[in-house]
């Protein structure tokens, strides 16, 4: 498979910003804004200490995009494998290196900087994957050696990741990884295949869980076995979001968050926060913004013109699809409690800038979207 590449060089950055998607980055201050309120509401009436460093993480993150879009996609083609082995570097450093705080190693630390190496992963790993399957040429992609590969990539950041141990992490690494396999064309059978062996070795897997990891899932069967032990994140989260009803108690009114019965409110349960002061219809009317944003670049994927770009941007979709499942489902009941923040919404600095670093991806895939034609080859996969 090869591209010539046929988009004017001399083209402004200006108009590159023109053609840029602008509806995606609305949503997406949406989002954010929905976020820095209910920061404020979590701090009880003040920007501190959340609500400014998340408004100001997101105005950061819109700069580097508009950076980004500058840049020819080609460029980013060349960078994604340097990256992807920089990022699982990183993630094989933190069981050895890393901080540890709640009995888990996930950050490392430069100074009074911390971050954590999986959320780079994120990135990493669908820039790396795309790239690949851009090279590949397609009557090869379901020749077993070249299944082998993909499956390397992203079983060897998952393995580290549930060391630290990071439960969400892995899980998204793999989901997002196996998707792409799918977008490409790797044949059903593997994934069949694949169903089959993890069923056999569910039991297997389920004794080498963390002891906490096992029990998460015995709450998550019978949350009202030990509602003020293991159970309680759950138990509160539940109480929070029946307590909203549906027009919700108003904005700082939340009674099991005002008065801290609600865990974690600022990250993972931020949209229980959320949903207790604005009700069922400000639940919804989060989640349809969501969907706008996951429609939005769904069509952008349809429309381009190349396999990079294509698989960029609908890996950037199934990155955040399966952060809001996840944590919406978690905060729910539906799934077992994991560590995983809702998209431009929950604080984090790490997950902020990686996530718009990977919108920065996707529309700068969508601005180029013409840059390889047939004719020209993208060059060796390294």
């Not at 290196?97 to 990493?124: C, D, H, I, N, Y």
């Not at 968050?257 to 974690?264: R, T």
Request: proline letters at 5%.
């Amino acid at each position: 498979m090869s591209y010539l590449i046929t988009q004017d060089r001399t083209e402004a950055p200006v108009q590159k910003l023109v053609r840029a998607n602008w509806a995606v980055l609305v949503v997406v201050a949406m989002l954010a804004a929905i976020g820095t309120a209910t920061l404020y509401s979590v701090a009880e009436g003040s920007f501190q200490p959340w609500a400014e460093r998340h408004g100001f993480r997101f105005m950061i993150g819109i700069g580097f995009i508009l950076l980004m879009l500058i840049v020819p996609l080609h460029v980013w083609a060349k960078l994604a494998n340097p990256l992807y082995a920089l990022a699982l570097a990183l993630v094989m450093l933190v069981p050895l290196l890393g901080v540890e705080a709640l009995g888990a190693r996930r950050w490392l630390s430069l100074g009074s900087f911390s971050f954590q190496p999986t959320e780079l992963m994120k990135v990493g790993l669908v820039l790396a994957l795309a790239r690949y399957y851009h090279w590949l040429p397609r009557e090869r992609v379901s020749q077993p050696m070249w299944v082998a590969v993909p499956l390397i990539m992203i079983v060897v950041p998952v393995l580290f990741t549930l060391r630290q141990p990071d439960l969400g992490s892995a899980v998204l690494f793999a989901t997002v990884g196996l998707g792409l396999m799918f977008l490409a064309g790797v044949s059903v059978l593997y994934f069949a295949g694949g169903a089959v062996l993890a069923g056999v070795a569910a039991p297997l897997i389920w004794a080498n869980l963390q002891v906490y990891q096992r029990r998460r899932v015995e709450i998550f069967l019978n949350p009202d076995s030990d509602p003020l032990g293991a159970g309680y994140h759950i138990t509160q989260s539940k109480i929070a979001l029946g307590a909203g009803g549906f027009g919700g108690k108003g904005f700082m009114q939340g009674t099991q968050s005002q008065l801290d019965f609600l865990p974690e409110k600022h990250t993972d349960f931020i949209f229980t926060m959320f949903s207790e002061e604005w009700g069922f219809a400000g639940a919804v009317g989060l989640l349809v913004l969501y969907v706008v944003l996951l429609v939005l670049l769904a069509r952008m994927a349809l429309r381009c013109e190349n396999p990079f770009g294509q698989l960029l941007i609908a890996g950037t979709a199934m990155t955040i699809f399966v952060y809001v499942f996840i944590n919406v489902a978690m905060v729910t009941g539906i799934v077992p409690v994991v560590g995983v923040p809702l998209p431009f919404v929950s604080y984090g600095g790490t997950s902020m800038m990686t996530l718009m670093a990977a919108l920065g991806l996707a529309l700068t895939a969508d601005v180029h979207s013409r840059e390889w034609r047939p004719g020209r080859t993208m060059g060796p996969i390294w």
